[in-house]
């Protein structure tokens, strides 16, 4: 960690070069004189602050289900969870991103683990969350008091400045992915953290299959008239499995009908969205399922900002800028901004599941998001 | 420049401390477990990435206009502007970040300058930028073909992704102050950059008293049926002194007679606006000038997001965070995000003119905004 | 039908009164000049059109569910189906508007009957329609090529300018109530209309269980990312009355609980919405069901704009203005702007089910909103 | 006007034609049973309620400055103004509306006339108003407690459920039109209305050149920082004939200079818009000025909903469907839904200025607008 209280220099140096001043005594002079004032001029910086297209600091990588699992289990055995450290999750830390725990300059990814009977304190802060569970059940995250199951292929959105908590009522331990956007919260300097009650009330520790939300919300187009609007982020706390599953089942049913309803021959996807506006869930965070069928791809892209996968389900070939990796149930990789993507199932599996996070509601919200197809379309999106 | 290609390792110390697990044998062995794979706990990091307010790594720090003007003509003498380093533009660089040309996290403010005669190069990006000018005359910048004079008070935003040139039609050189979101677009890689034509059409060069733009877009509430809608950024290229000089003096003269109209006593301010919408010029900077009358002060305040000022006119005093400085003409500083930020005017000045951008436009189209006065009244604001 | 190309009258007449100037012959030769240049005062009309609160044209009325499917049947035996006429529906015409099929002044509502094996010919409109289905079962829906079965409790909305047909695929006859803007459009003058093809394709004509359109759109707050967004009306073509039910049967659920969920005491209800922007189904037509419990009321409430109502399931009492019914199964009744209105649920029956339409997003589109309970707190509301 | 108390009946008749059942003792005695239930088919119906296209019941009308105004003095001599008629306000009745005071089925526009002294008594309504001045000068609209002057080419919109009043300070009668949703509002049952203060303040009463609400509101993009939003109506109590007249003029300088500007070759034209989100002034009302120059035409168009147009200045040919008019200062007339619309300078005047208010903004809210040049491109336009 850097300390924030020293002042840093400005250091600067004449060097020849296109679009650069010739070397000499003035210009030495001038630049000493920048550096006395905190000055530094456009045209030593040009190249890297305005290039013509995204290049990532962040590069594509691969992290390994397996060991996650078993680094975060290890420490499940050896570091106690609670008040100060707040949680055991364990972050991805991009190769390109100076060591800190960033998996893309935007995205926080990690992996959490909570063991038998215990409970990870209550807070609440203004960074955005989700939990993705790629395997395991028996926790229960607690939202204002509305504790809600999480099991295999569920997503629980979270959104900012919520209360809550999770506890391990199960006898096994337990492992999930957290996704956040702490990275983007702490370079634009907005956040805001709270500490909750010590002890939750025993009747927020409750184990039921739905959660109240779920009960309210989670009904297709049937909006609670009791409710009031949600329009920042989505009111329904979880995204259960059997319905994500039924969702990409249909499609690729459609695509063997005749109809429409994939992306592209045998790529099935949905976005989670918020059911009272019909957009992201979180203000920050874009949140999708795709499935790729036996054998088939996607249509490599390349778009502004940065994500995160996790394989689902399934095995098969993704590709990220130069990088290639087989992957398998649970292996998490990044996608940099503007890095080609594309991924294939295997012939040997019934399907590839992605889980997908991604940045691209800052990008609409701006008017700064833009994608294209290698093939070709690019578009230059307005938010509607 | 960091060398983009060499991946950072992960370097992890187990330290005692709140929060944290007690070090020995098994944590260090698991923290060297984490480095290989590159992983970052969030227990020894949370007190920096998710602090109980924003602590903003940029200090509250002060330019002299007059050493800014001095180094500026300096470079103007020595250092030639054309494609490749594409303007004579010099960047203030936040002591707090690190030496980069980033005045705020997310905000560059810089000072340009143009000899007699000379045209800095047509390009475009995707950054949003504005030209404030404090003093002189004589450049015309070109947007899209359209010829915009630039003279003392006027206001210039230019949206991402438009053509644009400068050229001095006068005898003596220029300087004005630039404002673009560089940082933001750099930390989210989000930009793009084209160069434009090597030599502008010689009926481009004119220098008309008003552009086109404020010929179709600069009448109040007046839209102009033949213009398509221009929801993301400003279709008018020039907001001129003689509108926001009366425009701020009808608010000192309503309160004077007793209506209401300034922000608090001797405080009035405008916004500059999008005209088809309202709404903020750029996407991503908020612009306003304030002028507070003889002895009168702001309300001290905090927001989320940072701004910098430019002094217009008048002389004062500004206090930012613990900071305090007395300005005048052309004098620019920063305030960070959260810090508390107010100003006074002197007795021996009819008033203290203050320019100012910020990113909260940012903050709101994420529904992250939030400020308070340091008396009291705090809000969480939804953008609407 | 009145002949459209005789041009009315102006008919003016001097009266003694409030407000009225005395008449005089001075006065008489004014209004004869007034009437010869179709001129009309406003002195003599305001009472009538600027009253001090909605005073609706249209009356509360009841129509009988019996006598509706009475008459429908013989109509069904009697009347063929088919171009020209187009369908087989019979509109509801308030008692207080002219004898025009008016339910209210802005909404049609009518029953539609259609023989086993019977076709409702294609065409398309740009008033918003939609059926539900009180009893009965065998009809499907093509809406651009797709089959949506309709059953008994499902809500099919079918926004403007879509084709569509009806077919009866069983061995009995259907009836289900139409709802439309017809009016509005009528008196607005905003409408087009257009015949279909003569025979739709056979494979159109299929009985699916499921509509394409449930298919892609009908699972909860996910997004089939292959479709194209769908601001103006919802993509989803039926609400099925499984979900519906669970939705009503989840809010008394929670109130049970001790749990928010519930308008008021026994009274829960849902909004259909449109799954891609979360609000209305249609531009011009709200559409809700509410169940109250054995014994339970609603809150008395008034509120701009006419509603359409018919009990879905249950036994009670209904309170429109100075009218009362009991009521059953079936039954249809009109709400007029502003007039008070509460419902009761026997205590003979398990509950009360209400399916209700309503102009409201006219109104809340123009900001022209407002309710109010009787007990007290008034809002005039605002679009979000 | 009609008795509302008095229920109407339904009468239906049997008559043979296309689409139509054949006459016969079963369909009368089926049509006997509709009638005694309130019910009509849709199949004697659909003709008129659902034509191809709008077919207005409102005819094309003209009626003549000269003649308006004759009567509106004459009055003005013999009508007092006062609380109860509130008003001395003269509204055209188009003559395919029943004698109605309505000059299209959703829009009101009226001569008002004001002797030396008078006052127009405070009312507020939820009826959206404006008013526009052909000639003259003397009178204040005071809104909410600020006098706003009203001069030649002036115009003043006026939000609903504003308190207002008018009172004429000068020593010669003044007369101007008013424009309002008062149809529109009536059909949809959706008014609110309420006496003001007996007595206006005499503060109120004063004679300022300029309102409070311009000098807040009247600058081109600059908002005041001290007012809150106004999303759903403008702030801005005053549009002046300087602004306006220099806007169509810079149009039409632009165009003679070879840029666009215009909406065809000298057709000229600018919106009144919300300064505070560029949108329609009301909610309900659109207003425009067009400016034709000497020897020009509009291109022939029609669209849904209906305008009513003033000539402020110059004169020539307006054609209306089938109708086509020799028009000069003053003259009012009525463009009905989807009726074609063309205009042309004379050739012996200067230009062509006419005021156009319309309906569109209902349209456009509810995603029922249409048009269409009769060259050829049509649009099925789409709210952004």
New interface residues.
């Given amino acids: ?2 300390d ?1 209280t020293a ?5 600067l140096k004449a060097v020849a070069g ?4 010739d070397p ?1 005594p ?2 030495e002079a ?1 630049y000493r ?2 550096e006395a ?7 030593t ?2 190249g ?12 594509p ?1 691969l ?1 390994r289900w397996d ?2 699992l078993e ?1 975060a289990g ?2 499940g055995r ?3 969870v ?20 960033f998996a893309t ?2 995205l926080w990814a ?1 992996i959490q683990y909570l063991m038998p009977g215990e409970n990870a304190p209550e807070h609440r ?3 955005h969350a989700f939990r993705f569970v790629v395997e395991g059940e028996g926790v229960w995250t607690v939202v204002n008091g509305d504790p809600v199951r999480m099991s295999r292929g569920d997503f629980l959105p979270q959104a ?2 919520n209360w809550h908590s999770h506890h391990n009522a199960a006898t096994a331990p337990m492992a999930w992915i957290d996704g956040l956007d ?1 990275p ?11 500490f909750g009650r010590e002890r939750v009330a025993s009747s927020e520790m409750g184990t039921p299959d739905r959660s ?1 939300s779920e ?13 009031p ?1 949600s ?4 009111p ?1 706390l979880a ?1 259960r499995w059997v ?2 599953d ?2 990409l089942a ?2 690729l ?2 695509e063997a009908e005749g ?5 592209s021959p045998g790529h ?11 957009r992201d ?1 979180l ?2 965070i874009r949140t ?1 399922m795709h499935r790729i069928k036996c054998g088939a791809s996607t249509v490599k892209r390349q778009e ?3 994500s995160v996968f996790q394989v689902f389900e399934g095995s098969g070939t993704v590709k990220v800028g130069e990088r290639e990796w087989s992957v398998k149930r649970g292996d998490m990789f990044v996608v ?3 890095a080609p993507f594309s991924a294939q199932c295997d012939t040997s599996a019934t399907c590839l599941d992605l889980f997908r996070f991604s ?1 691209s ?3 609409e ?4 998001h ?1 994608s294209t197809t290698i093939d070709g379309s690019s578009t ?1 999106e ?1 938010r ?1």
């Fill in positions: 960690m850097t924030d002042p840093s220099p400005v250091r296109p679009g650069q001043p000499n003035a210009l001038l004189g920048f004032e905190l000055l530094v001029p456009l045209w910086e040009i890297d602050l305005m290039p013509k297209h995204p290049r990532s600091k962040a590069m990588h992290w060991r996650l680094l290890e420490a050896i570091v106690p609670g008040r100060g450290g707040e949680r055991r999750a364990i972050a991805l830390a991009n190769p390109g991103l100076g060591g800190r725990p300059p935007t990690a802060h203004t960074q900012g400045w702490i983007f919260s702490y370079l634009t300097e907005s956040q805001f953290f709270e109240r009960r309210l919300w989670g009904h297709p187009g049937l909006r609670p008239l009791s409710q609007e329009p920042s982020a989505t329904l995204y319905d994500t039924r969702a249909d499609q049913a459609l109809h429409a309803g994939t992306m099935a996807a949905v976005r989670f969205t918020n059911p009272s506006t019909g869930v203000p920050t999708e502004v900002g940065s940099p901004s503007w940045d509601p800052i990008f919200a701006l008017n700064a833009r230059l307005a509607g």
